[in-house]
Structures are given as structure tokens and as C-alpha cells.
């Protein structure tokens, strides 16, 4: 696998090897002792899959006393999927990257704890699957509204099929310092 450093510190695209023959491909989601080498922080204690129709967006959410690191994937149909740097005192606080996961082109995103993140389905379908180093916590949800002017993400796409939930986020500058991810920064 090749790891791929982004604009935001700790923020890594996994680009797999991809193993193809007659049959299709094969390929490793996950390698306990490669991801740690690679600053992936484990243990991960739940593994998620969402489906979703094209345009929805989910997004953008973390949690605030137990911060979620998060290991997503798309392993059908393409997404854009964008990370927010929320940690307070962090030199690159409210500042974001979007990659397209695809299953085409499969890579991972690693989103470390602290960072909020979203996406918008590109594809007629797409279904994330994401491992996570804490579990949910409905009552420790955070989330800043996918639309926030200040962070200006051009999301692709027209008209964003929302939970109500998503509709209803505040926008970064509205939250104080309890409402964020309670994170060290180094
Ligand atoms: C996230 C989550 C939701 N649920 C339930 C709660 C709710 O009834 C239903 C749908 O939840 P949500 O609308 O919050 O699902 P969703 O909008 O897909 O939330 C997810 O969005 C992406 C972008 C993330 O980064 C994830 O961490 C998570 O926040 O599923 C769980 O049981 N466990 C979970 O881990």
C-alpha cells in the first residue's frame, strides 16, 4: 500500500495494492501492523456501512467528548468526501480537503479523531463502509452545517438530499469550545 499525505496533518489517503486477474481484484482493507506503521491509530471497535443516493450529502459530523478516528472507504459507486480540521489551537483549525473514493480507484481516507467529516454521493449509489477507534455516542454528537459560508465547500452537488439532523447543524463560528472534538493538539 502507499500512503499519501495531505494538505491537513494527520490526514492520510491509502492507496491499496490492487491485485487483479481474470476474476476482478483483490485487495487489503485493513493490516493492523501496516496502518500502525503508517500513524493509523488502532484499535478500531466498530465498522460501518452506509448506502446512499446520489446528491445526499452526510456530513458534517464528529464527536465531542469521544472523538472518532475514522478509516472510510467507498466499495461501491464514488463519493466526495471532505475533512475539516475542528481541533482547537490546531494550526490548520476550519481548514478542509475533499478526495473522491471510488470503487474504480479504490484508496481509503484516514479522518484522525478531532477532524469533522462529510460527504456527497456522486454515483447513483454509494455505499461507505468506515472503521472507527471509538463507537457512537448518540448523545456525544457534534456537527457543523454542510453549508457553513465560512468554510465555502463547494460540494457537487445541485440540490443535497439532507437528514433533518444535517439541515440543523450550526455553523463552525457558533460553536464554542465545548461544542468541539476535545482533542490534544501537538
Ligand atoms: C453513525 C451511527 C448511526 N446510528 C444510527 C442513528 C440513526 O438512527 C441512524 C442514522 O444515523 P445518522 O443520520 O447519524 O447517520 P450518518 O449521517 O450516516 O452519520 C455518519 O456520517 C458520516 C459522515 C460519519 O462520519 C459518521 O461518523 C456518522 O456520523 O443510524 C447508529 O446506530 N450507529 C452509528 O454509528
Not at 463519493?79 to 480507484?105: H, K, N, Y
Not at 454515483?123 to 465560512?150: F, H, I, L, M, N
Request: hydrophobic residues 40%; contains cysteine.
Amino acid at each position: 500500500m502507499t500512503v499519501h499525505d495531505t494538505s491537513l496533518p494527520g490526514v492520510f489517503v491509502i492507496e491499496p495494492r490492487v491485485f487483479a486477474d481474470a476474476r476482478g481484484f483483490f485487495l487489503e482493507q485493513y493490516h493492523a501492523a501496516r496502518y500502525a506503521e503508517a500513524g493509523i491509530a488502532a484499535p478500531f471497535v466498530q465498522d460501518n456501512h452506509s448506502r446512499s443516493r446520489q446528491g445526499a450529502i452526510r456530513g458534517l459530523h464528529f464527536q465531542k467528548r469521544h472523538p472518532q478516528g475514522k478509516l472510510v472507504a467507498a466499495v461501491r459507486g464514488a463519493i466526495w468526501d471532505v475533512v475539516v480540521d475542528l481541533r482547537a489551537g490546531s494550526a490548520t483549525f476550519g481548514e478542509w480537503e475533499a478526495f473522491t473514493l471510488s470503487d474504480e480507484a479504490p484508496r481509503q481516507l484516514w479522518v484522525p479523531p478531532g477532524f469533522g467529516h462529510g460527504f456527497a454521493v456522486l454515483s447513483e449509489q454509494a455505499d461507505v463502509v468506515y472503521k472507527c477507534t471509538d463507537v457512537y455516542r448518540p448523545g456525544d454528537e457534534g456537527g457543523v452545517v454542510w453549508d457553513d459560508p465560512g468554510l465555502a465547500i463547494p460540494w457537487p452537488v445541485d440540490k443535497p438530499l439532507l437528514s433533518d439532523k444535517d439541515r440543523a447543524y450550526p455553523r463552525l463560528d457558533a460553536l464554542g469550545a465545548d461544542d468541539l472534538p476535545q482533542v490534544a493538539v501537538s
